[in-house]
């Protein structure tokens, strides 16, 4: 008898955690690293970062998308106009890039405000400064312990 529930409680188990995993994979969306051989070679890639014009970084959007395109096993269904993904430029720098027309040679637009520099911060942000602490424990007088203890 008590098999029964043990496999029950197993297999809402494993149901809830696929539901869980479809559900993260659908909402992750798409990143295109393009430091990979297949895109870097690629004319207007090559030298693209987020520092770069806005035009010369569309035209290396749209060239990304049409390679992924391609090279999908669905090229019809993927990237649909609407859809976004961040694009991972060669030196390491990277932005969310919106899909508008699938037909025209500049038929994506860049998401103003996701540049991000080859550390991952956004443009213009200064990195952190870590400064060292000590670590040593603070001296107590133990007279001063000592009065407190008593009120």
């Known amino acids: 008898m008590k098999k029964k529930p043990a496999i029950k409680s197993r297999?809402?188990?494993?149901?809830?955690?696929a539901l869980f995993v479809g559900y993260s994979a659908a909402v992750a969306g798409v990143m295109i690293d393009?430091?990979?051989?297949?895109?870097?070679?690629?004319?207007?890639?090559?030298?693209?970062?987020t520092e770069a014009a806005p035009e010369q970084r569309q035209l290396g959007?749209?060239?990304?998308?049409?390679?992924?395109?391609?090279?999908?096993?669905?090229?019809?269904?993927?990237?649909?106009?609407g859809s976004t993904f961040r694009v991972v430029w060669p030196?390491?720098?990277?932005?969310?890039?919106?899909?508008?027309?699938?037909?025209?040679a500049q038929g994506v637009e860049v998401v103003d405000g996701s540049q991000?520099?080859?550390?991952?911060?956004?443009?213009?942000?200064?990195?952190l400064q870590v400064q060292p602490v000590s670590t040593e424990t603070p001296r107590r007088d133990p007279s001063a312990m000592a009065e407190a203890f008593r009120d």
């Open 11 to 17: 297999l809402r188990f494993w149901l809830w955690s």
């Open 34 to 49: 393009a430091i990979g051989d297949n895109y870097r070679e690629l004319s207007t890639v090559a030298e693209t970062t």
């Open 61 to 81: 959007a749209a060239q990304v998308a049409a390679l992924y395109r391609a090279q999908s096993a669905t090229p019809l269904v993927s990237l649909p106009p």
């Open 91 to 104: 030196d390491g720098s990277s932005e969310v890039v919106r899909i508008v027309s699938q037909a025209d």
């Open 116 to 127: 991000r520099d080859a550390a991952g911060l956004p443009l213009g942000q200064a990195e």
